[in-house]
């Protein structure tokens, strides 16, 4: 009996970890005394029990608590260890805090009941596969960071690395790292955890003498992409005695697949995009780069024709005919309504004709593969007029009218490869002049055959316009301390005229259970942005509606998400709110019970949030100048896209300020008790708020290729509320101070709004392959918040001590110059297309092409020697 167990365990572990094994995440179940717990664990592709493997334990965000195992594998490192597919070698063990009440900043902490648990299951699967017991790392993100930062230091002996993301925790307690390689990172736009969470455990070890390591990314509160998609991170955490490498930026992004997405909530005529004429123009510059490869590419219908030949009648077919061709330049532009003109300017399109086969009453002829030529020597155009509209949540292009000449130039026909004839008086010369004379002739005939396939090409452009980014502002203005939704956008309608194109688009929330089955998704009121709030600018406008964070802040609501401890927000004074001694002033019957009581305050949102646009606060906002904007743009033997560069002179504008008026109808503190021997908290008092808040909506532009948005924090503000002893409650002194408690809030709000904006996001330039918009202004338009995206300039600046003489050309136009830019000066470009510089000095010619939105500097290398051209630090 002993020998058949000990066969069906080893076959059944055998079965498990079955050698050179694919890639795979395997659900596992851990056994102790309380129960069954699910757990997940990442096997690499080529796993085999013959080789020791190093590790990974992940500590997973406060989104993904429950008990199915399967969330902590949906965000964070799980995603980018399948994406990596082979090149990913560590074994990922994936535990989850069940607990979903549990206090976010603790949850992980060393001592609780999940960073037990996680420390017991690493053990089982150590002994369940070959992992290497001396490269086991320690990963965590937002609520598992502080769980990195608390579990490492509690076992610094476990672990051959620590890597805490997005995280911090107690300063006390870190110097117990100072002998393990530690690498931590936080987002410079994080407002959920605060960057200053980081640097003080930083600061903490590097004082203890650790050997830590520090970055701050570019990027909110998730920085994944930014972590887990560089290649340096994953090669230092299998050799973390080495230096980290200097994170430099992902080169090469990975296809990760991102959480479901199942829609809980809609909310109608939220977004609106406006897309000038001159945002067309920049997107125009970049369509070659954004069409796929194959969108040139297919198939036409068999060519029959007609002839007489001395005095005979022959038929003639031309079968299996392809075509293939590059998009070199393109325009579009509105031009009336409903009308938007489409012009590709098409190169070396070749037509394979397969086979030709000419049949007369007794004379018949075949002939091979022939090609004919379309624009070898120049672009030609083909020009198709659209009209956009929305289709089942999808933007369509309706062609209207499609114009496409041939100069005969720019076409020719090549003799077939080879031709076989049947019959007296049929011969292959004759064969072959007449085909491609014929061909030649037929020139008007191959015109329509390539207006016949517009459609393909239209409906190959309608692939490329998915617009499911909501936008960075929606994000960026999110006000609450917790959970953060994932919206996408859909198109609802669009409307064109002579300037532009208006589309008004919807927003849909995901549910914030990752795992939840698909249901219908729930619709709120429109939130009222219109074509009239788009109005008809030339640029590209963002407007977002401030209604929308009614909706959103009630589905967490509904989802029992919109609460936080006050011992896990980072304006520390809320901690107050907890303390027994000040609670005490508030409900004086806390003083009856004994030195064990302990209180649990949690702030509750129990109304939706409301945000509108107060009164306008007046604030010049200045146009970029237009004179001298560095771009001549002129229309030459039919190019509608030819320019010169020239020098410009260029200045910015300041943004106009925005005021917001936040409106929090339902704020609820809730305070619960136990004492020694309870294991759940009782509920004891409530206190319902009511707050009122103004902020101003601002943009920042810390540097020539940064945007941010802040919601800073104003001086009006109206706090408000009362309390009573929760139901069941039998206090022994009845006296509730409501008034203490509104003063005490008031003070720890004063101090939380003291300490920096509402919400900051970095605003990310919206990328058209190697053209780039970016938001330079901030407008109101009735109760809609809008940017207005422009084509960012090109800066270059003289740092050194002499001239900097260069030269610049664009991509269709020729060298123009020289140019002198004088020490301490700066000249900046206003055009959208890539600007090709060329510097001559004594170390030879430099030649480079600089991006929109880029900005370079002329100065001395580090190294020493004559000045280079490099780009700015950002």
Not at 143 to 148: E, L, S
Not at 434 to 444: D, I, P, Q, T
Not at 471 to 498: C, F, H, K, N
Not at 772 to 780: G, I, T, V, Y
Request: proline share 8%; charged share 20%; hydrophobic share 40%.
């Amino acid at each position: 009996m002993r020998y058949r167990l000990w066969f069906v365990v080893t076959v059944g572990v055998g079965l498990l970890v079955s050698p050179a094994s694919a890639q795979q995440f395997v659900e596992r179940v851990y056994q102790d005394e309380v129960g069954s717990h699910k757990y997940a664990v990442f096997v690499p592709a080529g796993y085999s029990p013959s080789t020791r493997w190093p590790a990974i334990l992940f500590l997973h965000g406060a989104g993904e608590r429950g008990t199915d195992g399967k969330k902590p594998t949906l965000v964070g490192l799980g995603p980018y260890a399948k994406a990596r597919g082979s090149s990913f070698p560590f074994i990922v063990v994936f535990p989850q805090v069940e607990e979903t009440r549990s206090r976010l900043l603790t949850a992980w902490k060393a001592g609780e009941p999940a960073s037990d648990r996680a420390l017991k299951i690493l053990d089982e699967v150590t002994r369940t596969y070959a992992v290497d017991s001396k490269r086991i790392a320690l990963v965590g993100w937002s609520m598992g960071g502080y769980g990195a930062w608390s579990l490492g230091a509690a076992h610094p002996e476990r672990w051959s690395a620590v890597m805490p993301i997005s995280g911090g925790g107690n300063p006390d307690e870190v110097a117990a790292l100072k002998d393990v390689p530690v690498w931590a990172f936080h987002g410079t736009g994080d407002h959920l955890v605060p960057v200053t969470e980081s640097q003080r455990m930083v600061e903490a070890l590097r004082t203890a003498g650790g050997k830590v390591s520090y970055d701050e990314v570019a990027g909110g509160h998730d920085i994944s992409d930014q972590v887990f998609g560089n290649d340096g991170v994953i090669a230092w955490l299998l050799d973390p005695r080495r230096s980290p490498p200097q994170l430099s930026p992902v080169s090469r992004p990975l296809k990760v697949e991102p959480p479901p997405f199942v829609p809980a909530l809609e909310i109608p005529q939220a977004v609106g995009i406006r897309l000038g004429n001159d945002a067309l123009k920049a997107l125009s510059y970049a369509a070659p780069q954004m069409v796929p490869p194959g969108m040139l590419t297919g198939r036409i219908r068999d060519m029959y024709d007609s002839t007489v030949a001395s005095g005979r009648s022959f038929s003639v077919t031309f079968s299996g005919i392809s075509y293939t061709g590059q998009l070199e330049r393109a325009s579009i532009q509105a031009i009336a309504e409903d009308r938007v003109r489409v012009q590709l300017g098409l190169r070396n399109v070749i037509l394979t004709i397969a086979g030709t086969y000419v049949s007369g009453a007794r004379q018949s002829a075949q002939a091979g593969p022939m090609n004919i030529g379309i624009g070898h020597n120049r672009a030609v155009w083909l020009t198709v007029d659209v009209t956009p509209t929305v289709e089942d949540r999808r933007l369509r292009l309706r062609p209207v009218a499609t114009y496409f000449s041939i100069p005969p130039e720019s076409y020719y026909v090549t003799q077939p490869a080879g031709v076989s004839v049947q019959g007296f008086g049929m011969t292959q010369e004759r064969v072959v002049s007449g085909l491609v004379s014929g061909l030649y002739g037929a020139r008007n005939r191959i015109e329509n055959e390539v207006r016949a396939v517009v459609p393909n090409i239209v409906r190959a452009l309608e692939d490329q316009l998915k617009l499911t980014d909501a936008g960075p502002i929606v994000s960026g203005m999110w006000p609450l301390p917790v959970y953060e939704p994932r919206l996408q956008a859909y198109p609802e309608r669009i409307a064109t005229d002579p300037q532009g194109i208006s589309i008004v688009l919807g927003l849909a929330a995901a549910n914030p259970d990752l795992t939840a089955p698909a249901e219908r998704a729930a619709t709120a009121r429109p939130a009222g942005v219109s074509f009239q709030e788009l109005g008809g600018g030339n640029g590209l406008g963002v407007a977002v509606a401030p209604q929308v964070f009614g909706p959103l802040t009630k589905m967490l609501i509904d989802a029992d998400l919109a609460r936080i401890d006050v011992l896990d927000i980072p304006e520390r004074s809320f901690a107050r709110l907890a303390d027994r001694a000040v609670m005490e002033q508030v409900l004086p019957d806390l003083k009856r019970f004994d030195d064990t009581l302990q209180i649990r305050s949690e702030i509750v949102l129990t109304q939706p949030l409301a945000v509108q646009r107060a009164e306008t606060v007046a604030s010049s906002s200045p146009s970029r100048s237009q004179e001298g904007n560095g771009s001549i743009l002129a229309e030459a033997n039919g190019d509608p896209t030819s320019s010169i560069p020239s020098p410009p002179l260029a200045g910015e504008g300041q943004s106009k300020t925005v005021p917001l008026e936040f409106r929090l109808p339902g704020v609820r503190v809730e305070v619960a008790v136990r004492v020694s021997g309870q294991r759940n908290w009782q509920p004891y008092a409530e206190f319902n708020l009511r707050i009122q808040e103004r902020v101003i909506a601002q943009l920042q532009k810390p540097s020539h290729e940064r945007r941010e948005l802040d919601l800073n924090w104003t001086d009006a503000h109206k706090l408000e509320g009362e309390g009573t002893f929760a139901s069941g409650v039998q206090p022994q002194d009845s006296t509730v101070n409501s008034d203490r408690l509104v003063e005490l809030f008031r003070e720890c709000w004063d101090k939380w709004t003291e300490t920096g904006p509402a919400a900051r996001a970095a605003i990310p330039d919206i990328a058209f392959a190697t053209t780039k918009l970016r938001m330079e202004r901030l407008a109101s338009a009735g109760d809609v918040l809008a940017g207005e995206f422009l084509v960012p300039t090109i800066k270059l600046t003289n740092r050194s001590e002499e001239d900097f003489v260069y030269e610049t050309k664009g991509p269709y136009s020729a060298w123009g110059g020289p140019y002198t830019l004088k020490p301490g000066t700066s000249q900046e470009y206003d055009i959208p297309y890539g600007l090709t510089y060329r510097h001559r000095g004594p170390s030879g010619t430099e030649v480079y092409t600089l991006l929109p939105g880029s900005h370079s500097e002329f100065l001395v290398p580090k190294s020493g020697g004559p000045p280079r051209l490099f780009q700015a630090k950002k």
